[in-house]
């Protein structure tokens, strides 16, 4: 019997939605979804881990088919729908005709590689069926401005967790889910699993505020960016620091009066937080350690033979091994090794160290980059797949600027948000956080508007017809 706490969570992130889904408030459930990608309060542990906005991809499942063929008319939606289908045949191959083992280990259903093929592309229809919500919703209500600030009051909310947690010294994730502590001094996680997900979530928030109120600049603006920066300062995540450079660096494809802006910002930040990092020499000590951790190979007790095992060794466990594996099997670097498949193979592949000592039962995450997730999962046929989508509603975006002159500036927005996020993901993703799939949703909604031709006000329309007289 688990703890009760998580139990009421559970039922908060099954009855909100269903109840929202029963009195059809769409833009409520939007908003819901989009709240609960910054924190993991709702994110029970329950047999499986079920973050709340992949419950409501599962409830909408009947829905998105039901958007099956009018999403699929759009090249990033069809695109979409091939990836998954290829991923199914692969985890039929990979999964149940010729299964990868176990590695000698003594794994759980949800290790094996059939628990592993269902569970993942479960999740995986969860997260395409959240993406044709976030479409639809895009489609009839163009306003991708208010995902974003959705989106930016939950990682808001994340930060300011963390801050009353360096404040009090009290675990409120802890204490409001029962999960356990994780006592880490000067690393805090706020309403998030651990640091390393508080940090990923702000830094992505601190980005969108920079982009969404480059246009529009108010002084409650100023201290979104300023919590969001706090809060990624707060979580100790050195991943998540180097996510925010990366990010920060795809402002360099925006306009330039954009980019001005967030050279400003980056320059008055810096001004304002380096007295305070100052203050803080524990927390500056934590983010040397751990830069030095990642850029070290000494704590192997083999050296690495080539330029391959030398980037594998600073890299996170989980993605070591992942590239190793596919290095040493450029077949699989092809055809990919099915859905979630990967942690199977490369536990053969983990470096020997200390530090790994910890992995008794073998790896059971996969890589906890974007980009080679999805080259582990699919090859690159499936990594050309994502490539496919991320250029198609970045067209997308651009044609709406176009097409729709007196919302240029929002289009544009949402089409920095895109370019950032995906950035992000390349670099780092969280298992999580389904922030990933709503932003596609956005692309895809896209792409369908740019389809349909926008329907011309009556005015004009009686003008045309005077003209037309005369």
Known sequence: MGDPRQYILL??????????????????LLAWVCFTLGINLFDTTIILNLPAAR?????????????????????????????????????VVFGFILPWPGGGYDRAFNQLAHGRTVIYLIRTAADISLAFFV????????????????????????????????????DWYGMITGLRALELEYRMRG??????????????????????????????SYGLIVINAVGLFLSGSTSALVAAVAGASAFLLLGRRARLF????????????????NLRTDYIRTFQENLTYRLTTARFSESPSNVFEELAFRMEIYDGPALLFLVSNPIYLVIGTGPGLIPLPATAYIPSSA????????LNCPPMMGGL???????????????????????????????????????QTARGAFI??????????????????VFIGMGIGAACLTQVPRPVPLAIQTMIKCRKRI
Request: with cysteine.
């Open 355 to 362: 530090d790994n000592s910890w992995i008794n039962a073998g």
């Open 135 to 170: 479409a639809r919703q895009i489609i009839k209500w163009p306003r991708p401005d208010k995902v974003l600030r959705y989106i930016l009051a939950g990682t808001s909310a994340a930060a300011l967790a963390a801050i009353l947690e360096f404040m009090t010294r009290i």
């Open 262 to 277: 967030i050279v400003g910002i980056v320059m008055v930040g810096a001004l304002i937080l380096i007295p305070i990092i």
């Open 191 to 220: 309403f998030n699993y651990e640091p390393r997900g508080l940090g990923l979530m702000t830094a992505q928030g601190m980005l969108l505020a920079v982009l969404l109120f480059s246009r529009r600049r108010l002084w409650r």
């Open 11 to 28: 039922a908060v992130a099954v009855f909100v939605p269903l109840f929202l889904i029963v009195k059809r408030w769409e833009r409520g």
């Open 373 to 411: 997730l999805e080259i582990s999962n699919g090859g690159i046929v499936g990594f050309m797949c994502w490539i496919i989508i991320c250029l198609s509603s970045l067209r997308a975006f651009k044609k709406l600027t176009q097409i729709r002159p007196l919302e240029a500036k929002m289009w």
């Open 420 to 437: 950032v996020v995906a950035v992000v993901f390349f670099l780092q993703v969280s298992g999580l956080s389904a922030i990933w799939p």
């Open 55 to 91: 419950i409501v991809g599962l409830m909408l499942i009947p829905q998105a088919l039901q958007n099956l063929s009018p999403i699929s008319r759009s090249l990033p939606g069809r695109t979409l729908i091939i990836q998954y289908v290829y991923l199914v045949l692969l985890g």
